[in-house]
Each structure stands twice: as C-alpha cells, then as structure tokens.
C-alpha cells in the first residue's frame, strides 16, 4: 500500500485530493487538518496545528511509512486579499510546511514525492495583468514577496541528495465543497443567490468589469495531484491546472441562476464582504425554515466573500486583461482531463443543494 498524508484535508484542495487517493482503491490516507473532513470517509484522521512545532515534531516523527504528501495547507489574514501581501502571512505560510516536513522527511525513509500547492499569484495575478497565458518557468512573478518562493526554496533544498521528488500545482480559481474555506466561490454566491431568492428576487450580478478567467473544479485538480504523485514526467516540475476552458462570470450567471431555481437578474454592483454578514440573521432563517445542515453565514461563507468581491471585480468598471494561464505542459506530460466550466458550477451547486448546504433548487 502506498500511504499518502494530505495537509489541509478540510479544504478545496485536500478534499478533492483525499477523494482521488481513495478512488484509486491502492492507497492508505491519512488527513491532516484542525478539524476532520465532513463526509468523507475511509480515512485516517490526524488533528494538527501546524504552528506548533513541537506538537508537530511529535505527530509526524511517527509518520515513517508515509511514502506521498499533498501539501496543500493554507493561512489567510482575516482581510483575505491585503493579507496576501502581508509579511506575516508569508512567514507563517512558511513556519507552517517547515514544521511538518522537517520531522516528517526525517522520519519517512521511503518518502517518493511532494505535491506543493501554490497559484496564479506565481504570476502576479493578485497585483498586475499577467502575460497571457502565463508559462511555467518563465512567467514567475519572483521580485513579488510570495510564501510560495519561500516554500519552494525551502523544498528545493530538503530534496537535495533525497530519492523524492516534488510537483508543484498551480490551479487558477478552485470550485468545490469545502465549508468555510478561505476561497471557495459556490459558497460564497450560494449564500447571496439564497438571500435573493427567499426575498423573491432574481440572482442580481453583483459584480463590477468583465474579465476572462479560468477555473478549475477542486476533483480535477485532486485527480492530478494523484497523476503527479505516480508519473515520472511529473517529477520536479510545476503544472498550471485549470478546467481547460474560459469563463466571464456575467456569461456564467444565467447558468449560476438556473442551478440556484433563480431567474438571472439584473448587474447590481454589490460588495458581499461588506453587504452579507450583517444579514446572517435571515441566513440564520432559511437554515430553520429549510433543515439545512449548513452552518452558520461566517463560519460557511467567512472570508469566501471578499474573494468572490474580488475575482468578479467588484468596483473596477473598466474591461480587465484576461487572467489566462496555459495548460500545455500539463498536457504533454500525459494529463489531459478537462471539464466544462457550466458544468463544474452546476455540479457543485446540486451537490451542495443534495447535502442540505443550499435551499433546494
């Protein structure tokens, strides 16, 4: 059995990661997160806060039969974009990996691979338009202060005279289930789709300018992770993972519409980091009136919001240049599943409608 832990296991990332594994029937998982993954099951649970270096030098010195990891835990600030340029967050981002790897690469003396997680942030996305398609080994943004440069320096280092290899995994914007994660939009837009249509309203665009974007639904990306932990054209090399199509998020929103059973409304620039919680209150109703499982709004949506302001442009109300990254080496090296973006948000919305996370359709 090849025995894989997956770091962040409550995430987008890790959650769609563990379900790969597990799909494949031949590997033992261990998840590795504060709280266990709701859902899903046939895994082993590790709780860990990967601030504390000692605990942590406890818990994965133990680990010696680990042959994998998918590293793909994640601090944000509580002001989720500026803190993407906060020193603090790239020293903690950093802290985090260090504690884990260095008594786990200790302890693993069959360690195989490393799958590291990082973005389009590589590129710059988050400061400045990015060459289109930004390419793997040309297009970092490396003068940009980023943990991902910290992280894979460091990573860099550790394998030096090792058997391991690694694979860094760039997604562009991740879609899937994971309940008050830092960046999942379906929860975020589910929430304010919820509110509108319990008012009998239709699902207002809330965004502000158009952009061209990629997505990349979270068990696409899951299934490369498990293709790179297994291919050697994967080994020391970094992959752009999208869906392979394009999106424009006013062209999405009747589709969005449609899953939520809303009519598409009309573009009402709307900030819902700003607007949503203070109605957490009638969030808080439709739970009671529907039997929803879903938390409470904070801890459901929480900072999900201003990144939805974010990656629909909330207040630019000019024309964006495209955020577009290329998927070709991904796919001459041998992995070419692609998806349909409709499809991926309608999937996610009834999968979240199907769990009681959203009112019915």
């Given amino acids: 059995m090849k025995k894989v832990v997956v770091a962040g296991a409550s995430g987008l990332v890790g959650r769609g990661a563990i379900r790969a594994f597990l799909a494949a029937g031949d590997w033992e998982v261990i998840a590795v997160s504060r709280r266990k993954p709701d859902g899903l099951?046939?895994?082993?649970?590790?709780?860990?806060?990967?601030?504390?270096?000692?605990?942590?030098?406890?818990?994965?010195?133990?680990?010696?039969?680990?042959?994998?990891?998918?590293?793909?835990?994640?601090?944000?600030?509580?002001?989720?974009?500026?803190?993407?340029?906060?020193?603090?967050?790239?020293?903690r981002n950093d802290q985090m990996l260090r504690n884990l790897f260095e008594p786990l690469s200790g302890a693993a003396k069959n360690l195989r691979h490393v799958s590291l997680l990082q973005g389009t942030k590589a590129y710059g996305a988050h400061v400045r338009p990015i060459p289109v398609p930004a390419r793997e080994d040309r297009d970092e943004f490396k003068s940009q202060?980023?943990?991902?440069?910290?992280?894979?320096?460091?990573?860099?280092?550790?394998?030096?005279?090792?058997?391991?290899?690694?694979?860094?995994?760039?997604?562009?914007?991740?879609?899937?289930?994971?309940?008050?994660?830092?960046?999942?939009?379906?929860?975020?837009?589910?929430?304010?789709?919820?509110?509108?249509?319990?008012?009998?309203?239709?699902?207002?665009?809330?965004?502000?300018?158009?952009?061209?974007?990629?997505?990349?639904?979270?068990?696409?990306?899951?299934r490369a992770i498990k293709w790179a932990a297994e291919n050697d054209a994967a080994h020391d090399q970094a992959f752009n993972v999208t869906n392979g199509d394009v999106m424009v998020w006013r062209n999405l929103w009747p589709t969005i519409a449609d899953a939520l059973g809303m009519a598409r409304g009309d573009d009402r620039p709307l900030s819902l980091a700003a607007s949503l919680p203070p109605r957490a209150a009638e969030w808080d109703a439709i739970r009671k009136k529907y039997a929803l499982a879903a938390p409470a709004l904070a801890d459901f949506a929480g900072k999900s919001l201003a990144y939805a302001d974010f990656i629909m442009a909330y207040g630019s109300e000019r024309s964006l240049m495209p955020a577009?990254?290329?998927?070709?080496?991904?796919?001459?090296?041998?992995?070419?599943?692609?998806?349909?973006?409709?499809?991926?948000?309608?999937?996610w919305i009834a999968d979240l409608q199907a769990h009681r996370l959203l009112p019915p359709r």
């Fill in 145 to 222: 202060a980023n943990f991902y440069w910290n992280q894979e320096s460091y990573l860099r280092e550790k394998q030096k005279g090792q058997n391991w290899h690694w694979t860094i995994l760039r997604p562009q914007i991740i879609f899937g289930d994971a309940l008050g994660a830092a960046m999942n939009p379906i929860a975020a837009i589910g929430v304010y789709g919820a509110l509108l249509k319990e008012k009998g309203e239709p699902l207002h665009f809330p965004g502000g300018a158009d952009n061209v974007l990629e997505g990349v639904d979270a068990d696409l990306l899951g």
């Fill in 324 to 347: 577009i990254v290329s998927t070709i080496k991904l796919r001459q090296a041998g992995f070419t599943e692609v998806m349909d973006s409709e499809a991926m948000m309608r999937k």
């Fill in 41 to 91: 099951e046939g895994i082993r649970h590790i709780a860990a806060d990967l601030f504390d270096t000692q605990a942590c030098a406890k818990i994965f010195s133990g680990l010696g039969d680990v042959t994998h990891l998918v590293y793909a835990a994640l601090y944000e600030k509580d002001d989720l974009v500026a803190g993407w340029l906060d020193p603090e967050q790239i020293t």
